[in-house]
Antibody, heavy 118, light 107 residues
Framework: QMVQSGAEVKKPGASVKVSCKAS????????ISWVRQAPGQGLEWMGW????????NYEPQLQGRVTMTRDTSTSTAYMELRSLRSDDTAVYYC?????????????WGQGTLVTVSS | DIQMTQSPSSLSASVGDRVTITCRAS??????LNWYQQKPGKAPKLLIY???SLQSGVPSRFSGSGSGTDFTLTISSLQPEDFATYYC?????????FGPGTKVHIK
């Protein structure tokens, strides 16, 4: 199970940090991706973090504004997005990969709505 | 980046219809193709991985096929609970791009 933090309202230029607490498995076994979905739009992969090593891989267009981290002591992953713009308004999902071909996204958090508005 | 396209962008169908959705990758992705179903206000759900493998617990009316650049999701007999938006996603390389989605409406 992946349980995310609650909705956020931020002003343009601010930062947001969303948490994702994992349970029901050994946290360091699987990587976690973050996916966002703007209102009425499709899904956008933001990046991935290895829960084991902390290695990251970000969507190039977000590089420099996004940081993904994890705390193995609390089995929690974090996604911080800086310099927020109105087009960052979206539901943000954390997703755990499955140990299958291609590591598909098997377990999704409930989503966190981030609204960026002045 | 690998671009994913889907067709159609939306379709109307009746309960019991056979429905086919197509996904195309901008370059070969072997069989690293996943399909997800999303209902309004809910997180996506994995249906098919590795192009044709049915995720545990998913009804057998869902099937996937294809390799290389062209893939298909088929629903053999559409059920009321299948009205949703369907996304393909490549997991061949990062960024792990999604298709734009296909919305299945009730006719």
């Amino acid at each position: 199970q992946m349980v995310q933090s609650g909705a956020e309202v931020k002003k343009p230029g601010a930062s947001v940090k969303v948490s994702c607490k994992a349970s029901g498995y050994t946290f360091t076994t699987y990587g976690i991706s973050w996916v966002r979905q703007a209102p009425g739009q499709g899904l956008e992969w933001m990046g991935w973090i290895s829960a084991y090593s902390g290695d990251t891989n970000y969507e190039p267009q977000l590089q420099g504004r996004v940081t993904m981290t994890r705390d193995t002591s609390t089995s929690t992953a974090y996604m911080e997005l800086r310099s927020l713009r109105s087009d960052d308004t979206a539901v943000y999902y954390c997703v755990r990969e499955l140990p299958l071909t291609g590591y598909p996204f098997g377990y999704w958090g409930q989503g966190t709505l981030v609204t960026v508005s002045s | 980046d690998i671009q994913m396209t889907q067709s159609p962008s939306s379709l109307s169908a009746s309960v019991g219809d056979r429905v086919t959705i197509t996904c195309r990758a901008s370059q070969s992705i072997s069989n690293y193709l996943n399909w997800y179903q999303q209902k309004p206000g809910k997180a996506p759900k994995l249906l098919i991985y590795a192009a044709s493998s049915l995720q545990s617990g998913v009804p057998s009316r869902f099937s996937g096929s294809g390799s290389g650049t062209d893939f298909t999701l088929t629903i053999s007999s559409l059920q009321p609970e299948d009205f949703a938006t369907y996304y393909c996603q490549q997991s061949y390389t990062t960024p792990r791009t999604f298709g734009p989605g296909t919305k299945v409406h009730i006719k």
